[in-house]
């Protein structure tokens, strides 16, 4: 008969594998340039998705009309994604396809959340603290439970939120979801009669200012109010999570 922990550790194993393709296939991962059919602009988006740079050539007057340049970003933006995920793909592609790598050994417990309550815990607090310990417990599971579609709830929102950032001193504008993703991208007549390095700087600028707000009510935001975000604040900290727990 297999042994129920022996086949729990090859489970482990099998999963620290897979972890470990993903995280160098992640770790792969290198900033995207994409450009619009033209080529009259050019983006660069870093690994994390967020955009490092926007070139408008100058010549791009010759190309597009001035109604359509905001537009092409919004399109070079979609191809620097799709490369960005064409890339992803391959090399985790590759990565499934080269020999698995050895598995990592167990981490240790030195430094641990459970060894941090062990010392500032004991046999006898944990004893006297029972019920109260308890009633903690359910009293955060209860939070889990209700917050759980409430935070769900605020997040799918917080996606559909738009965002419009704006360059100071002109109408250059560029949208953003509550996600980040550039959604529109608008250079408004008064913009386009720069130079277009300074149309470029201008949509940086505005892109930097919807970011700014994205990240004053974002996903992040939403969860750290919640108990979750209480949770993460403390994980860390074995006297903050034994008192949370009343077992000291």
Known sequence: MTDPMERLLDVRDELDRATQQYERAAAARTSTVGS????????????DGRLDGIRVRSDWA???????????????????GTRSAVEWGTALADGLDAP????????????????????????????????ASL?????????????????ADEVEAVGRRRVVGRAPGTDATVTLSGA????????GRAATRHHAANISRFLMDAYAD????????????????????ELRRIGD???????????M
């Open 100 to 131: 698995a790598p050895r598995t990592r050994p167990l981490p240790s417990t030195v430094g641990s959340l459970a060894a941090g309550l062990h010392e500032v815990t004991s046999t006898r607090s944990l004893l006297d603290h029972d019920r």
């Open 210 to 229: 919807a970011l700014r707000q994205v990240g004053e009510h974002g996903v992040e935001e939403v969860v750290e109010r919640s108990v979750f975000g």
């Open 62 to 80: 010759t190309r597009l009309a001035d109604d359509a340049l905001g537009g092409a970003v919004l399109a070079a933006v979609t191809d620097a």
């Open 36 to 47: 619009d059919a033209t080529g009259s602009v050019s983006v660069t988006v870093r690994a």
């Open 180 to 187: 980040g993703a550039v959604v529109e991208v608008t250079v």
């Open 237 to 247: 900290d074995p006297t903050a999570v034994a008192q949370r727990f009343r077992v």
């Open 135 to 151: 009633e903690a417990m359910a009293e955060v599971l209860e939070r889990m439970l209700v917050e759980v579609d409430e935070v």
